[in-house]
């Protein structure tokens, strides 16, 4: 059974889903959003996932401890694992992302794979950059993924 829930943050609404007590899927609401099929409640660890998330947006939280339910093809979930290493405050390329998971020519497909990160902001995607360090690619836009940059720089210890 899925539950979910949607909160307003100041970067937009964003959905929270819970799937096996483990946090399936965030991101932003958008007006063709599908909704899940399964219940609107606000689940205990859907709560704590948006009291983590509204910490994190106020500066105030750089890691995350919600439990994950990371599914893709393997790929994918080698690329997501690979996100959750970046450090807080820090950027990596799409060509780092790549060698980092032994496949060095895959910098296009780990940007596919990031583009569909079905959870934004703790699965950190935000942090992956293009090769000249210039923001390209964010499924939930360039403006929010600024934002969150900017965010941890001004709050990096």
Known sequence: MEYWNTYK??????????KENKISRIETVKANSEYP????????LIKK????????LEGKRKKFTLPLLIKGTKFQEKVWNAL?????????????IAKQIGNEKA????????????IMIVVP????????????????????????LKLEKGNKI
Do not use: F, M
């Open 9 to 18: 943050t100041k970067i937009g609404t964003l959905i929270i889903v819970e």
């Open 37 to 44: 099929k399964g219940e609107k409640v606000e689940t205990k």
């Open 49 to 56: 996932a948006y009291e983590q998330i509204s910490e994190y």
């Open 84 to 96: 959750l290493e970046i450090p807080y405050g820090e950027t990596r390329t799409y060509v780092e």
């Open 107 to 118: 910098s296009r497909a780990v940007g596919g794979a990031n583009h569909n990160n079905p």
């Open 125 to 148: 995607c935000h942090r992956v950059i293009g090769s000249n360090k210039k923001l390209v690619g964010y499924a939930g836009g360039l403006d929010i993924k600024e934002e969150l």
